[in-house]
C-alpha cells in the first residue's frame, strides 16, 4: 500500500521559515516527478512546486518562485519543500503528490498525480 506522509508543518510568523517532508512507503518514487500542492480555507488547491524524478526540473508557482525550493533525497523516498519568507497567505494545508507514471519534467495539474498523502497545517501569523 502506497503512504505519502507529510510533517513539518505549524506556526510561524511572517518572515520565518519552515521545512516539509513527505516520506513514501509502499513503492520506490525515484523516478517519478513529485509535488506540492496547497488548499487555503475557501480556496481550490493550487500548485506550489513540482521536481522530477531525475531531480533535473523544477518548477514553481509564481507566487512562491524565490522562497520555496523543492528536493529529493531518492535514497530516502522523500521529498521536501523549504520554506522562506514566509506570508500570511501562505497560510494553508500543503499536500504532498507523486505520479504514478514514468514521464520525463514535471507537470502543474493535480490531475496528473496518482498519489496524495494527507496533508500538513502550515499557518502563517502577521
Known amino acids: 500500500q502506497v503512504q505519502l506522509v507529510e510533517s513539518g508543518g505549524g506556526l510561524v510568523q511572517a518572515g520565518g521559515s519552515l521545512r516539509l517532508s513527505c516520506a513514501a512507503s509502499?513503492?520506490?518514487?525515484?523516478?517519478?516527478?513529485m509535488g506540492w500542492f496547497r488548499q487555503a480555507p475557501g480556496k481550490e488547491r493550487e500548485f506550489v512546486a513540482a521536481?522530477?524524478?531525475?531531480?533535473?526540473?523544477?518548477y514553481y508557482a509564481d507566487s512562491v518562485l524565490g522562497r520555496f525550493t523543492i528536493s529529493r533525497d531518492n535514497a530516502k523516498n522523500t521529498v521536501y519543500l523549504q520554506m522562506k519568507s514566509l506570508k500570511p497567505e501562505d497560510t494553508a494545508i500543503y499536500y504532498c503528490?507523486?505520479?504514478?507514471?514514468?514521464?520525463?519534467?514535471?507537470?502543474?495539474?493535480?490531475?496528473?498525480?496518482?498519489?496524495w498523502g494527507q496533508g500538513t497545517q502550515v499557518t502563517v501569523s502577521s
Open positions: 503528490a507523486a505520479e504514478g507514471r514514468l514521464r520525463t519534467g514535471v507537470r502543474l495539474d493535480s490531475k496528473n498525480y496518482d498519489y
Open positions: 509502499g513503492r520506490t518514487f525515484s523516478s517519478y516527478a
Open positions: 521536481i522530477s524524478g531525475s531531480r533535473i526540473s523544477t
